[in-house]
């Protein structure tokens, strides 16, 4: 893992909204990835940068300092043009910018105990929502505008969400979705469904966003974790699995609409490269997958179910899963589940982050 010193070191990491491209944050610049191919798009060495925030494949990116440099404060925000190399429009805020969530309708800037909201088209500032204490700047956006909600802690020391409509400019609902305050939050692509998880990160809960009601809860384990990503694969309706990655260096995957198993057991299925593969009660875990305590953040791509049982081995689901390490790597695996219920993970690519270089391919 880069020491706290280096350059190269990951400050942040973010999938643009259509999981076409990734964005890294580092101590000297921020890079562009397209995920496709692993082809460095651009890279701007400029000091260091906390967010990283795409609109879609296009050219502009929302930048924030991380206060290393007096020209990169953490409580301004530059909207920038890639093409161009230029700030199209600066905003400074009174206090640090902790994240920022942006689509084709709206941008939204949060701070610690607010939050704005602007139209992405003119700039216009549309509203200022006062939140409690958010120190992590934890929230979800969905990009979809049938859908347009943000999700961000309604509590302190409780694990509710609240859910709020940026069109509308209204809350929508709350959740009390766990006893211990929230650790991490998701959108299915569609808007419909919410994950959440605590800061015990034991219990991993779904919800339907339109009348805030449960529709799964997964247990993760039984002893604490930090839960550092959640992701749902894609879908137009309810997706077939849900992604967590944990402190403990494994990721998980999570049935939702497909069936991973026919019966409950804790059996092994042998090593996969570095990691194994277990079976538990209710869903399918990776470990290994990156080394213990290194931050994460990892999407479901893509997924293909298949409905051929010619061969003597057919395969059921097969999921592309995308990973971006803070140690500095990007990997991407085939996560296959056979029609006996078993599961395989397969390493299909990994490059270090450090050394990409701009229009050279990774892959």
Same mark, same amino acid.
């Given at each position: 893992?880069?020491?706290?010193?280096?350059?190269?070191?990951?400050?942040?990491?973010?999938?643009?909204?259509?999981?076409?491209?990734?964005? $890294?944050?580092?101590?000297? %610049?921020?890079?562009?990835?397209?995920?496709?191919? %692993?082809?460095?798009?651009?890279? /701007?060495?400029?000091?260091?940068?906390?967010?990283?925030?795409?609109?879609?494949?296009?050219?502009? $990116?929302?930048?924030?300092?991380?206060?290393?440099?007096? #020209?990169?404060?953490?409580?301004?925000? =530059?909207?920038?043009?890639?093409?161009?190399?230029?700030?199209?429009?600066?905003? @400074?805020?009174?206090?640090? +910018?902790?994240?920022?969530?942006? @689509?084709? /309708?709206?941008?939204?800037?949060?701070?610690?105990?607010?939050?704005?909201?602007?139209?992405?088209?003119?700039?216009?500032?549309?509203?200022?929502?006062?939140?409690?204490? @958010?120190?992590?700047?934890?929230?979800?956006?969905?990009?979809?505008?049938?859908?347009?909600?943000?999700?961000?802690?309604?509590?302190?020391?409780? %694990?509710?969400?609240?859910?709020?409509?940026?069109?509308?400019?209204?809350?929508?609902?709350?959740?009390?979705?766990?006893?211990?305050?929230?650790?991490?939050?998701?959108?299915?692509?569609?808007?419909?469904? +919410?994950?959440?998880? =605590?800061?015990?990160?034991?219990?991993?809960?779904?919800?339907?966003?339109?009348?805030?009601?449960?529709?799964?809860? *997964?247990?993760?384990?039984?002893?604490?974790?930090?839960?550092?990503?959640?992701?749902?694969?894609?879908?137009?309706?309810?997706?077939?699995?849900?992604?967590?990655? =944990? =402190?403990?260096?494994?990721?998980? +995957?999570?049935?939702?609409?497909? $069936?991973?198993?026919?019966?409950?057991?804790?059996?092994?299925?042998?090593? +996969?490269?570095?990691?194994?593969?277990?079976?538990?009660?209710?869903?399918?875990?990776?470990?290994?997958?990156?080394?213990?305590?290194?931050?994460?953040? &990892?999407?479901? /791509?893509?997924?293909?179910?298949?409905?051929?049982? #010619?061969? #003597?081995?057919?395969?059921?689901?097969?999921?592309?899963?995308?990973?971006?390490?803070?140690?500095?790597?990007? /990997?991407?695996?085939? *996560?296959?589940? @056979?029609?006996?219920?078993?599961?395989?993970?397969?390493?299909?690519?990994?490059?270090?982050?450090?050394? &990409?270089?701009?229009?050279?391919?990774?892959?």
């Amino acid at each position: 893992m880069a020491g706290q010193s280096s350059p190269h070191r990951i400050l942040c990491a973010s999938f643009n909204q259509d999981n076409s491209c990734f964005a $890294v944050g580092t101590g000297d %610049g921020f890079k562009i990835f397209d995920l496709n191919t %692993g082809q460095m798009l651009h890279e /701007q060495v400029a000091g260091a940068f906390s967010i990283v925030e795409m609109l879609f494949k296009s050219s502009l $990116v929302c930048i924030v300092g991380a206060g290393e440099q007096p #020209s990169l404060s953490p409580r301004r925000l =530059s909207l920038f043009d890639t093409k161009k190399g230029t700030a199209l429009r600066e905003m @400074n805020f009174l206090t640090s +910018i902790l994240a920022v969530r942006v @689509n084709k /309708q709206r941008l939204i800037i949060v701070l610690q105990e607010k939050i704005y909201i602007y139209d992405t088209n003119n700039g216009e500032i549309l509203h200022i929502l006062n939140t409690v204490p @958010n120190v992590k700047g934890l929230c979800a956006f969905s990009a979809n505008m049938d859908n347009p909600y943000l999700a961000l802690p309604a509590s302190t020391t409780a %694990g509710s969400v609240l859910v709020y409509n940026v069109m509308d400019l209204q809350s929508h609902c709350e959740i009390d979705a766990h006893r211990s305050p929230l650790a991490a939050l998701a959108f299915s692509p569609n808007g419909m469904y +919410i994950a959440t998880a =605590s800061e015990q990160g034991t219990i991993v809960r779904v919800y339907l966003v339109s009348d805030a009601t449960e529709s799964h809860s *997964f247990r993760r384990g039984t002893c604490a974790s930090t839960i550092y990503s959640l992701s749902f694969g894609p879908s137009v309706d309810l997706p077939d699995i849900l992604l967590a990655t =944990s =402190s403990s260096g494994s990721v998980h +995957i999570f049935s939702l609409g497909f $069936v991973l198993k026919e019966r409950k057991s804790k059996s092994f299925f042998g090593s +996969i490269m570095s990691g194994s593969v277990s079976d538990t009660s209710d869903h399918l875990v990776y470990h290994n997958a990156f080394a213990a305590g290194v931050r994460s953040d &990892a999407i479901v /791509q893509k997924i293909e179910r298949i409905s051929d049982t #010619s061969s #003597s081995n057919p395969v059921a689901l097969r999921a592309t899963v995308s990973m971006i390490t803070f140690n500095g790597y990007f /990997q991407e695996y085939c *996560f296959s589940i @056979n029609h006996k219920h078993e599961p395989t993970w397969t390493l299909e690519r990994q490059f270090n982050l450090s050394t &990409a270089v701009v229009g050279q391919s990774s892959s």
